[in-house]
C-alpha cells in the first residue's frame, strides 16, 4: 500500500524557516510529479510548488523566492525549504505524487497534512 507522509511541521516566528518532508512508501515503480500545497482556515487549498522527477521547479507568486521545492528520488521524498516565513503562510500544508504502484491504480496520491503556525 502506498503512502505519503509528511513531517516537519510546527510554530514558527515571522521571519524564521521551517523545512517540510513527504517521504513515499510501499512498492512503487516510479514516482513522476510531486508537489506542495496549503490550505488555510476559510480559504481554499493552494497550490504552493510543484516538481517534477527531472527536477523541473513551479511556484506560487506568493512563495517565490522565500521556499524551495527539491526531492530525492533516491529516497522517495520531497522537501520543502521555507524562509522568511509570513502570518499568511499559516496554513495545512499537504504533499501529493502521481505514484506508479506495483499494485493498484496509477494516480494522484495526497498525505494528512502537517500544520505549519507563523506566529510570534
Known amino acids: 500500500q502506498v503512502q505519503l507522509v509528511e513531517s516537519g511541521g510546527g510554530l514558527v516566528q515571522p521571519g524564521g524557516s521551517l523545512r517540510l518532508s513527504c517521504a513515499a512508501s510501499?512498492?512503487?515503480?516510479?514516482?513522476?510529479?510531486m508537489g506542495w500545497y496549503r490550505q488555510a482556515p476559510g480559504n481554499q487549498r493552494e497550490l504552493v510548488a510543484t516538481?517534477?522527477?527531472?527536477?523541473?521547479?513551479n511556484y506560487a507568486d506568493s512563495v517565490k523566492g522565500r521556499f524551495t521545492i527539491s526531492r530525492d528520488n533516491v529516497k522517495n521524498t520531497a522537501y520543502l525549504q521555507m524562509n522568511s516565513l509570513k502570518p499568511e503562510d499559516t496554513a495545512v500544508y499537504s504533499c501529493?505524487?502521481?505514484?506508479?504502484?506495483?499494485?493498484?491504480?496509477?494516480?494522484?496520491?495526497w498525505g494528512q497534512g502537517t500544520q505549519v503556525t507563523v506566529s510570534s
Open positions: 501529493n505524487a502521481y505514484i506508479r504502484p506495483l499494485y493498484g491504480s496509477q494516480g494522484w496520491y
Open positions: 510501499g512498492s512503487m515503480f516510479s514516482i513522476d510529479g
Open positions: 516538481i517534477t522527477r527531472g527536477g523541473s521547479t
